[in-house]
C-alpha cells in the first residue's frame, strides 16, 4: 500500500453516532445526534464515558446545567429520526414533527429513545474546554442493552444485532463480524 500526506482537514473522525437526551430547564425532553463520542478506562473496573461537543447548543448547555445525560445508539432504522435531530434546531421550536417513543431511564433522570438498542444513562464527572468544544467525562450510571443480547463479557457485544450508524462525514453501517482477538495472529 502506499500513502500520501494531507492536510489535516481530513480528521478521519470515524465514530458511532448517538442521541443525546436531556432536560431542558422548562422539564421538556431535548435530543440531539452527537458522533463524537468515545469510552476511556479509570480506576479500577471501571470506564467513563467521553463525549465532545461544539458550539453553544441547546444540549450542550443542559449537560453544563444538569451534569446528566442519556448517549442513545443510533441503529440504522433511527436513521431518519438522526436525521431530523439533526435538521432541527431548538431555537427553530419544538422537536415533535416526527413521532418517537420517549422513556425515562432506570437510574438517572433523563429522557431514553424507545427505539435506541443500547442506551448509556451518564453523569458528568468534568470536563475540558477546549476553544468552542467541550469534552466531557462521564460515569456511566446505567446501561440499557437490547434483550437480544446476552453478552459473555465486554468483549462479546454482537455489533451486527446493534446495527449501530457510523459517521465520519457520511453515514455508514457495519458489514459482519469478522473474528475475536487472537484469531488471525499464529503463534510459532
Same mark, same amino acid.
Given at each position: 500500500m502506499k500513502r500520501?500526506? $494531507? ?14 437526551? /436531556? ?19 479509570? +480506576?479500577?473496573?471501571?470506564? =467513563?464515558? #467521553? ?5 453553544? !447548543?441547546? %444540549?450542550k448547555q443542559n #449537560? ?8 442513545? =445508539?443510533?441503529? %440504522? @432504522?433511527?436513521?431518519? =429520526? ?16 416526527? +413521532?418517537?417513543?420517549?422513556?425515562? &431511564?432506570? #437510574?438517572?433522570?433523563?429522557? /431514553?429513545? @424507545?427505539?435506541?438498542?443500547? $442506551?448509556?444513562?451518564?453523569? #458528568?464527572?468534568?470536563?475540558? !474546554?477546549?476553544? @468552542?468544544? /467541550? ?33 465520519? &462525514? ?19
Amino acid at each position: 500500500m502506499k500513502r500520501k500526506s $494531507v492536510a489535516p482537514i481530513y480528521s478521519m473522525c470515524v465514530q458511532p453516532s448517538f442521541i443525546i437526551g /436531556t432536560k431542558n430547564e422548562d422539564g421538556t425532553d431535548n435530543f440531539a445526534p452527537i458522533t463524537w463520542v468515545s469510552v476511556t478506562h479509570e +480506576e479500577g473496573d471501571g470506564y =467513563l464515558l #467521553v463525549i465532545s461537543m461544539f458550539g453553544s !447548543k441547546r %444540549t450542550k448547555q443542559n #449537560v453544563i446545567r444538569t451534569g446528566i445525560f442519556s448517549a442513545n =445508539l443510533v441503529s %440504522t @432504522d433511527m436513521l431518519p =429520526l438522526m436525521d431530523y435531530f439533526g435538521s432541527k434546531h431548538a431555537k427553530d421550536g419544538k422537536k415533535n414533527d416526527m +413521532e418517537y417513543g420517549v422513556s425515562r &431511564g432506570a #437510574v438517572l433522570d433523563v429522557p /431514553t429513545l @424507545d427505539e435506541s438498542p443500547w $442506551v448509556y444513562e451518564c453523569e #458528568v464527572a468534568r470536563s475540558v !474546554k477546549t476553544g @468552542d468544544s /467541550t469534552t466531557f467525562f462521564c460515569h456511566i450510571k446505567n446501561i440499557q442493552m437490547d434483550e437480544r443480547l446476552s453478552p459473555k463479557d465486554t468483549f462479546d457485544i454482537d455489533l451486527t444485532l446493534l446495527d449501530p450508524v457510523i459517521y465520519s &462525514g457520511k453515514y455508514h453501517s457495519l458489514g459482519k463480524i469478522l473474528g475475536e482477538i487472537g484469531d488471525f495472529h499464529k503463534a510459532d
